[in-house]
T-cell receptor, first 116, second 114 residues
Framework: GEDVEQSLFLSVREGDSSVINCTYT??????LYWYKQEPGAGLQLLTY???NMDMKQDQRLTVLLNKKDKHLSLRIADTQTGDSAIYFC????????????????WGLGTSLAVNP | IAGITQAPTSQILAAGRRMTLRCTQD?????MYWYRQDLGLGLRLIHY???????GKGEVPDGYSVSRANTDDFPLTLASAVPSQTSVYFC?????????????FGPGTRLTVL
């Protein structure tokens, strides 16, 4: 079935690059997302990639998509202490309602700790 | 109001009591969602609404009900709270369902059921 998997923890030193990985199973997704959750707050969209793209770069963020392996990664260059947060990979599938249910698929989140 | 708000911020509730978590958005988004977030389980969808007047069940709907009388409000009700409903609850909204579907999240309600 559909599933999104992420490693739960990542620890890096300030100034280093962070790479957060995600695998997904449903190839019909058109968009894949990265959300960031800071301590005590709700989630905010950080970046996204359309499925016909292999890479997207936005300032310190680089998203790589390998459709063959169903692998998504988020690279944060020059990681800062303010980047400490939980990062969620998400694959949001809009299903034609059957039995009045729908499925939105989120990874469990990767907790990034940045050490000074 | 700017964006999406939730109330209360936190609540301690005795088991068996009824509780309504409030959610209001001012972005005129069609779709709204309720999630619960639990350690080790990530985000799980409780209920959703595609548009005012309609609602649907998510992954974990049992013990919860919702209503969507208008575009802005999407309250979540626990008819008879149980300790397993102790969680952080997030309301979210998005402009629609098709295509790019950024969800905007509220700040969350931390609920403890004793």
């Amino acid at each position: 079935g559909e599933d999104v998997e992420q490693s739960l923890f990542l620890s890096v030193r300030e100034g280093d690059s962070s790479v957060i990985n995600c695998t997904y199973t449903d190839s019909s997704s058109t968009y894949l997302y990265w959300y960031k959750q800071e301590p005590g707050a709700g989630l905010q969209l950080l970046t996204y990639i359309f499925s016909n793209m292999d890479m997207k770069q936005d300032q310190r963020l680089t998203v790589l998509l390998n459709k063959k392996d169903k692998h998504l990664s988020l690279r944060i260059a020059d990681t800062q202490t303010g980047d400490s947060a939980i990062y969620f990979c998400a694959e949001i599938l809009i299903l034609v309602a059957t039995g009045n249910n729908r499925k939105l698929i989120w990874g469990l989140g990767t907790s990034l700790a940045v050490n000074p | 109001i700017a964006g999406i708000t939730q109330a209360p911020t936190s609540q301690i509730l005795a088991a068996g009591r009824r509780m309504t978590l409030r959610c209001t958005q001012d972005m005129r988004h069609n779709a709204m969602y309720w999630y619960r977030q639990d350690l080790g389980l990530g985000l799980r969808l409780i209920h959703y609404s595609n548009t005012a007047g309609t609602t649907g069940k998510g992954e974990v709907p049992d013990g919860y009900s919702v209503s969507r009388a208008n575009t802005d409000d999407f309250p979540l009700t626990l008819a008879s709270a149980v300790p397993s409903q102790t969680s952080v609850y997030f309301c979210a909204s998005s402009p629609g369902l098709a295509g790019f579907n950024e969800q905007f999240f509220g700040p969350g309600t931390r609920l403890t059921v004793l």
